[in-house]
């Protein structure tokens, strides 16, 4: 029994060293990832100097912090084997393969960092089945670097282990105190997490890009224990009146007052053309252009690349300040055609609620008698877009499945020229039944792959972080607009200008670092990340170019365009068309990770208020348009106040979806199936 009890220690002394051992250089291996990611491109410009080291803990005490976590439970299991020798050395090779496996899990984040707006969550994870669709803005981060790294990290990490336990070994055959080097680097990892504390803190919290700064597997577990205890939504606690609620009542509840005749001319200069014969119903055409922010085209910015919309505006009305609500795809389709705040969840509307029963745009012009479509070149099969658009009143949804065409240009989809081919098809051959198409670009999506054989132009006028994707990005921009250029000049060359309505839009912004470090989208609720071109084109109703003022967004749009074609609006609706002199003049929006920011434009005031870390901003938009001077402590009224709107939505948003009513799925009431090929 003497001999054997050594033995017992000694194992169990060798498991404790092989879990602190995993513990430290999985704290190492995380901090040289948050290292690498000061020095990537599309990171903050940081020096290699004292303010280096500041930043660097700054954002990587969290994972020292995960570190020790994963070492306290792998002693608590050395401990509670005792003295079982094989189950001592099971814990100890666990812990070590679990370790690498997270180290290999923090490199593909810190790769996808950019590319997701933050590390991965479990809402996002559920897309896995939609991975092919991905695969082309991961593959722009695969480089030979990054593989190596995605390779050989775990392999070295193995090995770094390995050799800690070999001098540790040696260190102590030559009988230095078994505490000495354990005890420096505890020492060290703790006043690592302290001065990383204390830096993010007075550095860092109030930093746009503050939030490389979490922990992934923290960020992961957080989201998924969000999403099961069903806690993922947003909610605040600050105080409202019941009159704050009002902004989201729908139509049926709150119906529209008489607009004044004289701000209805101003607006749409429409009672004219009203006043004439009656003649066909005028057909609709709605284009949702991906990931275009208004600051990227020549409506609204200083970039020349949407020349074909800008010269067609002199035939229709130009809107200034319109919103989306996310940046996120899903969840615009869904506010455009319902007319429906998406739940403030992290989910996508599409697939969390796919068969919400509110009346869609689209049955009500197929219960009038027109065509109905929806065309894309990417694949609805991207988070159950096919089956939330099924039952929608569209009798035909086509893909890139059946839109014969060019080859893949990403896993995204083909060229946009594609959709508008297939969509001046309809307009060519069926003039005579009234339509309604709805096309969705694909092409402005990351990684934004140029037309083969199109010449790149250079279409810079500021220096941004990421020059080469804006470059890349504001060329197919001025493709994808001269294919729209296209299907204008068909339109009248079917003879139907005067009988039809277009409408440009986009489904959410797109950001390149600047003017705030956000990038690609849903990152933030900045212009660049939520404000939206919007034109009506119809020169049956404008004689000349006009622009609107009024603060809108994508819950609108339903109800401004069933207006222009003389349809009533649904009353479950909670939208309000823009030319209603009455309708409220807010737009709200936000941001769903995992954690929640909301905002609300009101005038020229925006606000944002980050939920979970409390943060406020506060921006007045006519003397500070890209938003670089928060004026909350000028005018905190103003931003209480803005406070307690944005608390009355979360309670309406709650209220709203607690027993979401649905269509039946197994009855197809006016909707199409999905499109072949999924």
Known sequence: MSATAPRVSSSRGAAARSVFWAAVWLAVVLVALKAFYLGAPGAPAVKVDRGYLRSLAAISYGDVVFAAFVWLCGRGLVRLVGDRPLLARIVSVAVVSASALASLYAILNILMFGTFGGFLTYPLLLLIGNVRMLSSSVAAYVTWRNVLGLVGFPLGYIGLVWASLRLSRRGRSLRRPAWLGSGLVVAALVGWVIFGRYTYSNDWATRTERRVAENPHWVLVSSWWQAVSGEGIARMTDGFTNADLADFDTIGVRPRAAAPVGLRRTLAQTLQARATAPRRPPNVILIVLESVAARWTSLNGQYDT?????????????????????????????????????????????????????????????????????????????????????????????????????????????????????????????????????????????????????????????????????????????????????????????????????????????????????????????????????????????????????????????????????????????????????????????????????????????????????????????????????????????????????????????????????????????????????
């Open 306 to 678: 949407t020349p074909s919309l800008m010269a067609e505006a002199v035939r229709g009305l130009v809107f200034d300040n319109v919103y989306a609500h996310i940046g996120r795809s899903s969840n615009s389709l869904a506010a455009m055609l319902l007319s429906t705040y998406p739940r403030l969840s992290f989910r996508e509307a599409t697939e969390e609620y796919p068969h919400l029963a509110v009346t869609s745009l689209p049955a009500l012009f197929r219960k009038q008698g027109y065509r109905t479509e929806f065309f894309t070149p990417s694949d609805l099969s991207w988070a159950g877009w096919g089956t939330f658009l099924a039952g929608r009143g569209f009798e035909e949804l086509r893909d890139y499945h059946s839109l014969p065409c060019s080859p893949m240009m990403s896993s995204w989809g083909v060229e946009d020229r594609c959709m508008f081919e297939g969509m001046i098809d309809v307009v060519q051959h069926e003039p005579t039944r009234p339509f309604f198409l709805m096309g969705w670009t694909t092409q402005t999506h990351h990684p934004y792959e140029p037309t083969p054989g199109v010449p790149m132009l250079s279409l810079l006028k500021e220096h941004t972080p990421d020059d080469w994707d804006l470059w890349r990005y504001l060329n197919v921009l001025l493709e994808t607009d001269r294919q729209l250029g296209r299907l204008f000049q068909a339109v009248r060359r079917a003879g139907l200008e005067n009988d039809t309505i277009i409408v440009v839009t986009g489904d959410h912004g797109q950001a390149f670092g600047y003017p705030h470090n956000s990038w690609f989208q849903g990152k933030s609720v900045y212009e660049e990340d939520v404000h939206v071109p919007l034109m009506i084109w119809s020169p049956r109703l404008y004689r000349f170019a006009v622009r609107s003022q009024t603060i809108g967004s994508h819950i609108d749009l339903a109800p401004t365009i069933a207006e222009l074609a003389g349809l009533t609006a649904a009353p479950d609706w909670q939208g309000r068309s823009l030319f209603d002199a009455t309708r409220i003049p807010r737009a709200y929006f936000y941001v769903a990770e995992d954690h929640f920011s909301l905002g609300v434009r009101e005038g020229s005031w925006k606000y944002i208020f980050d939920i979970r870390e409390g943060t406020e901003e506060l921006y007045d938009l006519d003397h500070d348009a890209i938003e670089q001077h928060n004026l909350v402590k000028v005018q905190p009224e103003r931003a209480s106040r803005l406070r307690e709107r944005l608390a009355a939505w979360t309670e309406a948003n709650r209220r709203q979806y607690e027993q979401p009513r649905t269509l039946d799925p197994s009855v197809e009431l006016r909707g199409a199936a999905p499109p072949t090929g999924q």
